[in-house]
């Protein structure tokens, strides 16, 4: 079956710190790859997405490359911000299923 | 704001009450998911609707029954509900663009169970 783990939390940096939030998993085939973010007291977001290996999604300055050899997905931001502070999913998605799988969540906490 | 909208924000009921969580979006969508998020756990998958009926039920309890009268609405009916059913009830739509699909959470209904 598919699964993701994701690092646990909380990640506390300061900010303008670099940020990595490990993520892999195990699929059966050739999943899609997402980052969900959820701010307090907010439901998930789409953050940023991957379909195939060696892609790069981007977005508000956070990345993450699709590692087949690896089978990661991490997520990277060079200057974390306080607005920043959320917790992020990792999740997958394989052939015509259209109910991903998602991770438990990491929280990052970004003090000013 | 993603244009899902789940009311109440927040519910406290004890076990032998009957309560229900609404979620609605007037995006279009035509698929809409109940998810539950625990503390320290992998979102959980409960129901899944497709044009109003019902595709997936990820093994949940009986005392959790979702109802879904047309595609911009969805309830999760609660009754004799356990303590362990706290949580963070999340409700989420469905687009399809390109040939991939991308969901829209509502902000979801904290439940507690006394």
């Known amino acids: 079956g598919n699964s993701v783990t994701q690092m646990e939390g909380p990640v506390t940096l300061s900010e303008e710190a670099f940020l990595t939030i490990n993520c892999t998993y195990t699929a059966t085939g050739y999943p899609s790859l997402f980052w969900y973010v959820q701010y307090p007291g907010e439901g998930l977001q789409l953050l940023l997405k991957a379909t195939k290996a060696d892609d790069k999604g981007s977005n508000k300055g956070f990345e993450a490359t699709y590692r087949k050899e690896t089978t990661s997905f991490h997520l990277e931001k060079g200057s974390v911000q306080v607005s920043d502070s959320a917790v992020y999913f990792c999740?997958?998605?394989?052939?015509?299923?259209?109910?991903?799988?998602f991770g438990r969540g990491t929280s990052l906490i970004v003090h000013p | 704001e993603t244009g899902v909208t789940q009311t109440p924000r927040h519910l406290v009921m004890g076990m032998t009450n009957k309560k229900s969580l609404k979620c609605e979006q007037h995006l279009g969508h035509n698929a809409m998911y109940w998810y539950k998020q625990s503390a320290k756990k992998p979102l959980e998958l409960m129901f899944v609707y497709n044009f109003k009926e019902q595709t997936e039920n990820n093994s949940v309890p009986s005392r959790f029954s979702p109802e879904c009268p047309n595609s911009s609405h969805l309830f999760l009916h609660l009754h004799t509900l356990q303590p362990e059913d706290s949580a963070l009830y999340l409700c989420?739509?469905?687009?399809?663009?390109?040939?991939?699909?991308?969901?829209?959470f509502g902000s979801g209904t904290q439940l507690s169970v006394l």
């Open positions: 999740a997958l998605r394989t052939g015509g299923s259209y109910i991903p799988t």
């Open positions: 989420a739509s469905r687009e399809r663009d390109a040939g991939e699909e991308k969901l829209f």
